[in-house]
């Protein structure tokens, strides 16, 4: 099981203070949780994408380079990489490119995109946004495997010889993960090539997320990678940890109250009865996301979200101290005492290249 | 067959003369339901009570509350009727409001009895300039006759309100009949996607 977490990079003022943080003061702070989380045990960092203030990320694999840099263990993913306005093309090359430099540890997470005007304002349709992602992740899917790639298709101009380079570090290409809310089409899409399906788990209600978990596990035993549940879940989850639960839901609230997410919406309690929001003690949040499994089945990544919404860095580094001392080790372990010999791990680079060479090996014999 | 119908009363004051059509217009379903030898299952909802959950979907897509049963209910309806009072010359905002969050699915197809009151006749057009075209931008197949009632229908002597009782059972009547011949429903898409293959079909592989 991965524990880690993802940032929207929201740039939004501290509601106790009235401080906004530059941009630069954003995207350092970033940084900075991205090599906290390495050093408090955690095994993933993931970073959205926007292309609108109040959002600084909008160059994804340029932050992950600098953090791979910087870091040994830390898995760099995406949450999420705009499969829909990018050109699979600057996908294909740029995530190959920063698999290189950081040896592997690197996995994306394909999304939609929830802004409407980034659609227009990089030449698309928003309305074409489901065929988009099922066009561009085919032909990127394809680049990363087929050194050379004749292509033709409906949104991006044809492709004649074409080889994307660098190749995929040792010919494995990044495992990737689908990222939806509410799309059937985009659980079956990651069912059909056996990726894995992320659920962001923050505003829908269980019920809902269950069922696009459930269809996906199916689909994933009817298109044949194992059984519906081996098929790769990833969760997301909001959690604000105090030793006391009182004293975390006082110093969340400001930051509830006036998040441009929840401000003026359901009140703190509402929230956290409705939505998986866990505002509390580490006990709280234990509980909480062992629940997840109840729910969902057994599952391979838990990304939190933690730095948004105004909470200073100070704050955010704290939590993450709590996460990583109180929360996740206990979580290790019970998730492991649970979970079945045969539901594997979420797929790394390691193990994604042993699977190759056994394949190799399985095929060599045939041939011999 | 047991038929579902739900009431949506956009009424403020309580009692409402909206809620006293939805009622009416309840009634009369019901009883044009069981002359066709249907079995009826109603709810009425009062959207007041609902007020600050349908902010809280609209802000958050979070359902909190009794309105996720409510939505819940809408969705396994057979038919629905749809009243509001008239606020600055349309439907008030928290009607609106709560059809905006409704899921889009759930109201495509879906046969929709409206009903509006106002303090003056003047109004009665709201049906045809408001809700009518509301309701055929979500596809749902609306009844022909709409009930208008006007603070002067309720007192309304031997002629007038007969009027008023007569269109009444009319728009009760011509519920029943699409409700109990409604179509049924499309695939659960989770339940039965589209399969990959059927989805790529046109696109570039």
Redesign the interface.
Known sequence: MQFGVFSVSDVTPDPTTGRTPTEGERIKAMVRIALKAEEVGLDVFATGEHHNPPFVASSPTTMLGYIAAQTERLQLSTATTLITTNDPVKIAEDFAMLQHLADGRVDVMMGRGNTGPVYPWFGYDIREG??LA??HY??LHRLWREDVVD??????TPLQGFTATPRPLDGVPPFVWHGSIRS??I???A??YGDGFFHNNI???ATHTR??I??YRR?YEY?GHGKAEEAVVGLGGQVFMRKNSQDAVKEFRPYFDNAP??????SLE??T???PLTVGSPQEVIDRTLGFREMFGDYQRQLFLMDHAGLPLKTVLEQLDILGEEVVPVLREEFAAKKPAHVPDAPTHASLLAAKTAAGEGEQEEQS | MTRRIVTVSAGMSTPSSTRLLADRLTGATEKALSERGEQVQSRVVELRDLAHDIMNAMTTRVPTGELRGVLEDLGQADGVIAVTPVFNASYSGLFKSFFDIVDPDDLDGLPVLMGATGGSPRHSLVLEHALRPMFSYTRSTVVPTGVYAASEDWGSGENGGRELGDRIDRAGRQLAMLATERAPKGADPFEEPTPFADLMSGLGT
Request: aromatic fraction near 20%.
């Open positions: 489901i065929n099922l066009e085919n032909l292509w033709q298709g409906k949104f991006r059937p089409e659980a079956e899409q069912a059909f505003f829908w209600p069922k696009l459930s269809l689909r298109y997410v929840y401000g003026g919406g359901p509402e929230f009865r409705e939505t």
